[in-house]
Each structure stands twice: as structure tokens, then as C-alpha cells.
């Protein structure tokens, strides 16, 4: 079942990671996260815990509010 939360987090996290010139398994890697787990966060597939997303939020080297996407005025999802 698809979750529009999901995707537009896993969504993020790709444009975060690709914008720092980190590969998925570079990523996973820093973040102690299985490779294949981490495409499944990225194509928002998983409901992820507390735990991996602060994994990851250190893994990037940003505040785990980063990791969530924020609506315009217009209401549309940006820097994503």
C-alpha cells in the first residue's frame, strides 16, 4: 500500500545523500543499515523506526528535522 509520508521521506533522504556525493551503499554503510533496506527507505517502502532515521541523520551529518520535507505556502513539498 502506498504512503505519501513515506515516499516524500524516502525522497529526502535520496536528495540529501545524492547532494552530499554519497552512494547508497556508502550510505547505508555510515549509517549501519543493510544496502538493500536502505532502497527500500529511499523508494519509501519501509515504515522506518525512530532509530534508523536518527542513524541516518548522523550518518548525513544533519538535524534529524532535515530529514523531513516541508511544505511551501503553496502547500507543494520542497528542496526535494
Avoid: C
Avoid at 523506526?49 to 536518527?54: E, M, N, P
Amino acid at each position: 500500500m502506498r504512503n505519501d509520508n513515506l515516499l516524500a521521506f524516502g525522497q529526502r533522504v535520496k536528495y540529501l545523500r545524492k547532494n552530499k556525493g554519497i552512494s547508497q551503499e556508502e550510505m547505508a554503510a555510515l549509517a549501519g543499515i543493510d544496502r538493500s533496506y536502505m532502497g527500500h527507505i529511499e523508494r519509501g517502502e519501509k515504515n522506518i523506526t525512530l532509530t534508523k532515521i536518527y542513524q541516518i541523520s548522523d550518518a548525513l551529518g544533519i538535524d534529524v528535522a532535515d530529514l523531513f520535507p516541508r511544505a511551501n505556502a503553496d502547500g507543494e513539498l520542497s528542496d526535494i
